[in-house]
Protein backbone atom coordinates (compact mmCIF):
# COMPACT_ATOMS: atom_id res chain seq x y z
CA UNK A 1 0.00 0.00 0.00
CA UNK A 2 1.03 3.57 -0.88
CA UNK A 3 2.56 5.53 2.71
CA UNK A 4 3.16 9.14 3.11
CA UNK A 5 5.59 10.01 5.71
CA UNK A 6 5.75 13.45 7.07
CA UNK A 7 7.71 14.49 10.24
CA UNK A 8 5.40 14.61 14.21
CA UNK A 9 6.22 18.21 14.51
CA UNK A 10 7.86 21.21 13.42
CA UNK A 11 8.36 24.28 15.48
CA UNK A 12 9.22 27.78 14.40
CA UNK A 13 9.53 31.59 15.47
CA UNK A 14 6.96 34.03 14.39
CA UNK A 15 8.18 35.30 11.45
CA UNK A 16 10.01 32.69 10.28
CA UNK A 17 10.14 30.12 8.25
CA UNK A 18 8.30 26.97 8.04
CA UNK A 19 8.80 23.56 6.22
CA UNK A 20 6.77 20.42 5.78
CA UNK A 21 8.03 17.58 4.38
CA UNK A 22 5.66 14.61 2.85
CA UNK A 23 7.72 11.63 1.32
CA UNK A 24 6.59 9.12 -0.96
CA UNK A 25 7.39 7.05 -3.57
CA UNK A 26 7.69 8.95 -6.95
CA UNK A 27 5.72 11.42 -5.23
CA UNK A 28 6.69 13.83 -7.30
CA UNK A 29 4.83 12.09 -10.32
CA UNK A 30 1.29 12.48 -8.54
CA UNK A 31 -0.28 16.05 -7.69
CA UNK A 32 0.16 16.69 -4.24
CA UNK A 33 -2.41 18.61 -1.84
CA UNK A 34 -2.50 20.25 2.03
CA UNK A 35 -4.36 20.80 4.57
CA UNK A 36 -4.68 22.47 7.52
CA UNK A 37 -6.79 21.83 10.44
CA UNK A 38 -6.50 23.94 13.53
CA UNK A 39 -8.20 22.01 17.22
CA UNK A 40 -12.05 21.36 16.96
CA UNK A 41 -12.19 22.48 13.24
CA UNK A 42 -12.10 20.64 10.03
CA UNK A 43 -9.38 20.27 7.78
CA UNK A 44 -9.02 23.72 5.48
CA UNK A 45 -7.26 23.38 1.78
CA UNK A 46 -4.10 25.28 1.54
CA UNK A 47 -2.59 24.14 -1.28
CA UNK A 48 -3.67 22.22 -4.28
CA UNK A 49 -2.37 20.32 -7.24
CA UNK A 50 1.29 20.20 -5.55
CA UNK A 51 1.55 24.73 -5.42
CA UNK A 52 -1.67 26.14 -5.96
CA UNK A 53 -3.55 28.22 -3.65
CA UNK A 54 -7.36 28.55 -3.12
CA UNK A 55 -8.78 31.59 -3.04
CA UNK A 56 -8.81 33.43 0.66
CA UNK A 57 -5.22 31.29 1.65
CA UNK A 58 -2.24 34.11 2.23
CA UNK A 59 0.32 33.84 -0.48
CA UNK A 60 2.66 32.80 2.80
CA UNK A 61 1.81 29.28 2.03
CA UNK A 62 3.93 27.85 -0.26
CA UNK A 63 4.04 24.36 -1.93
CA UNK A 64 6.38 22.00 -4.14
CA UNK A 65 6.89 18.59 -5.26
CA UNK A 66 9.75 16.85 -7.03
CA UNK A 67 11.40 13.16 -6.91
CA UNK A 68 9.89 11.61 -3.75
CA UNK A 69 9.11 14.90 -1.68
CA UNK A 70 6.79 17.12 -0.99
CA UNK A 71 7.17 20.54 0.88
CA UNK A 72 4.97 22.84 2.25
CA UNK A 73 6.54 26.05 3.20
CA UNK A 74 4.84 28.73 5.42
CA UNK A 75 6.87 31.88 5.16
CA UNK A 76 6.96 35.09 8.05
CA UNK A 77 4.54 32.18 10.05
CA UNK A 78 2.03 33.87 12.34
CA UNK A 79 0.51 32.14 15.50
CA UNK A 80 -2.32 31.78 13.71
CA UNK A 81 -0.77 29.14 11.43
CA UNK A 82 -0.39 27.14 14.48
CA UNK A 83 -1.94 24.09 13.38
CA UNK A 84 -1.56 20.54 12.18
CA UNK A 85 -1.15 19.94 8.41
CA UNK A 86 -1.66 16.68 6.16
CA UNK A 87 -0.28 16.87 2.31
CA UNK A 88 -3.12 14.25 0.52
CA UNK A 89 -2.35 12.21 -2.81
CA UNK A 90 -3.91 9.51 -4.80
CA UNK A 91 -2.72 6.29 -5.83
CA UNK A 92 -4.14 3.21 -7.83
CA UNK A 93 -3.32 0.91 -5.17
CA UNK A 94 -4.86 2.68 -2.31
CA UNK A 95 -7.01 5.00 -3.47
CA UNK A 96 -6.80 8.41 -1.29
CA UNK A 97 -3.79 8.65 0.95
CA UNK A 98 -3.04 11.24 3.19
CA UNK A 99 0.07 11.68 5.16
CA UNK A 100 0.55 11.33 8.81
CA UNK A 101 0.48 14.56 10.07
CA UNK A 102 2.69 17.62 11.24
CA UNK A 103 2.05 19.92 13.96
CA UNK A 104 3.35 23.34 13.37
CA UNK A 105 3.89 24.77 16.64
CA UNK A 106 4.89 28.52 16.70
CA UNK A 107 6.47 29.91 19.71
CA UNK B 1 -21.81 29.50 -0.15
CA UNK B 2 -21.06 25.67 -0.24
CA UNK B 3 -21.70 23.85 3.03
CA UNK B 4 -22.04 20.33 4.15
CA UNK B 5 -23.72 19.73 7.47
CA UNK B 6 -23.55 16.23 9.13
CA UNK B 7 -25.54 14.34 11.59
CA UNK B 8 -26.70 11.26 12.79
CA UNK B 9 -23.47 10.13 15.05
CA UNK B 10 -23.58 9.25 18.56
CA UNK B 11 -22.92 6.03 20.99
CA UNK B 12 -23.54 3.00 19.80
CA UNK B 13 -22.55 -0.67 20.96
CA UNK B 14 -19.79 -2.91 19.00
CA UNK B 15 -21.61 -5.23 15.88
CA UNK B 16 -24.64 -2.54 15.87
CA UNK B 17 -25.18 0.14 13.17
CA UNK B 18 -25.27 3.49 12.71
CA UNK B 19 -26.43 5.98 9.42
CA UNK B 20 -24.86 8.94 8.96
CA UNK B 21 -26.11 11.67 6.72
CA UNK B 22 -24.28 14.69 5.47
CA UNK B 23 -27.06 17.53 3.98
CA UNK B 24 -24.89 19.95 0.80
CA UNK B 25 -25.90 22.88 -0.46
CA UNK B 26 -24.79 25.65 -2.28
CA UNK B 27 -23.91 23.88 -5.40
CA UNK B 28 -25.05 21.33 -7.77
CA UNK B 29 -24.32 18.46 -5.87
CA UNK B 30 -25.24 15.84 -8.81
CA UNK B 31 -22.06 17.54 -10.33
CA UNK B 32 -19.49 16.53 -7.69
CA UNK B 33 -17.97 12.82 -6.38
CA UNK B 34 -18.43 12.90 -2.83
CA UNK B 35 -16.23 11.28 0.00
CA UNK B 36 -16.50 10.16 3.71
CA UNK B 37 -13.31 10.68 5.68
CA UNK B 38 -12.72 9.70 9.19
CA UNK B 39 -10.28 10.96 12.22
CA UNK B 40 -10.01 9.09 15.05
CA UNK B 41 -9.37 11.00 18.35
CA UNK B 42 -5.83 12.35 18.61
CA UNK B 43 -4.81 10.58 15.14
CA UNK B 44 -4.83 11.48 11.55
CA UNK B 45 -6.90 11.40 8.69
CA UNK B 46 -8.24 8.51 7.06
CA UNK B 47 -10.04 8.02 3.96
CA UNK B 48 -13.52 5.74 4.11
CA UNK B 49 -15.59 5.55 1.02
CA UNK B 50 -16.22 7.59 -2.48
CA UNK B 51 -19.55 7.79 -4.56
CA UNK B 52 -18.97 9.22 -8.26
CA UNK B 53 -21.33 12.17 -8.74
CA UNK B 54 -23.58 9.82 -10.42
CA UNK B 55 -23.80 7.05 -7.93
CA UNK B 56 -22.63 4.28 -10.53
CA UNK B 57 -19.25 4.26 -8.14
CA UNK B 58 -18.34 3.20 -5.40
CA UNK B 59 -15.37 2.52 -3.62
CA UNK B 60 -14.50 1.95 -0.10
CA UNK B 61 -11.31 1.59 2.54
CA UNK B 62 -10.11 -1.83 3.06
CA UNK B 63 -11.34 -1.49 6.84
CA UNK B 64 -14.45 -0.64 6.09
CA UNK B 65 -14.68 -2.99 2.92
CA UNK B 66 -18.14 -5.29 3.45
CA UNK B 67 -19.37 -3.51 6.45
CA UNK B 68 -19.85 0.34 4.95
CA UNK B 69 -22.37 1.59 2.17
CA UNK B 70 -22.20 4.88 1.13
CA UNK B 71 -24.55 6.31 -1.02
CA UNK B 72 -26.71 9.61 -2.24
CA UNK B 73 -29.90 10.88 -2.81
CA UNK B 74 -29.71 13.36 -5.72
CA UNK B 75 -33.52 14.99 -4.95
CA UNK B 76 -32.76 15.70 -1.10
CA UNK B 77 -29.15 16.70 -1.92
CA UNK B 78 -27.89 14.58 0.89
CA UNK B 79 -24.57 11.75 1.41
CA UNK B 80 -25.07 9.00 3.61
CA UNK B 81 -22.78 6.22 5.31
CA UNK B 82 -24.45 3.20 6.78
CA UNK B 83 -22.28 1.53 9.02
CA UNK B 84 -23.22 -2.36 9.94
CA UNK B 85 -20.87 -4.40 12.16
CA UNK B 86 -19.84 -1.54 14.05
CA UNK B 87 -16.01 -2.24 15.79
CA UNK B 88 -14.00 -0.25 18.60
CA UNK B 89 -12.00 0.76 15.92
CA UNK B 90 -14.34 2.75 14.05
CA UNK B 91 -14.88 5.35 16.45
CA UNK B 92 -13.94 8.55 15.23
CA UNK B 93 -14.73 11.83 14.10
CA UNK B 94 -16.38 11.35 10.46
CA UNK B 95 -16.47 14.20 7.73
CA UNK B 96 -18.30 14.36 4.44
CA UNK B 97 -15.98 16.11 1.98
CA UNK B 98 -16.82 17.31 -1.57
CA UNK B 99 -13.78 15.96 -4.51
CA UNK B 100 -13.19 18.46 -6.91
CA UNK B 101 -12.29 17.04 -10.36
CA UNK B 102 -8.95 18.67 -9.85
CA UNK B 103 -7.52 15.97 -7.03
CA UNK B 104 -8.54 17.38 -3.96
CA UNK B 105 -11.09 17.74 -1.29
CA UNK B 106 -11.73 21.68 -1.31
CA UNK B 107 -15.19 21.72 1.33
CA UNK B 108 -15.56 19.49 4.49
CA UNK B 109 -18.42 19.18 7.00
CA UNK B 110 -18.31 20.19 10.47
CA UNK B 111 -17.68 16.32 11.12
CA UNK B 112 -20.24 13.87 13.16
CA UNK B 113 -18.60 12.42 16.34
CA UNK B 114 -19.31 8.17 16.09
CA UNK B 115 -18.34 6.47 19.20
CA UNK B 116 -18.13 2.48 19.39
CA UNK B 117 -18.48 1.49 22.73
CA UNK B 118 -20.35 -1.17 25.68
Known amino acids: SYELTQPPSVSVSPGQTASITCSGDKLGDKYVCWYQQKPGQSPVLVIYQDNKRPSGIPDRFFGSNSGNTATLTISGTHTMDEADYYC??????????FGTGTKVTVL | QVQLVESGGGVVQPGRSLRLSCAASGFIFSSYDMHWVRQAPGKGLEWVAL????????YYADSVKGRFTISRDTSKNTLFLQMDSLRAEDTAMYYC???????????WGQGTLVTVSS
Open chain 2, 51 to 58: ISYDGGKR
Open chain 1, 88 to 97: QTWDSSTSYV
Open chain 2, 97 to 107: ARYNSGNYFDY
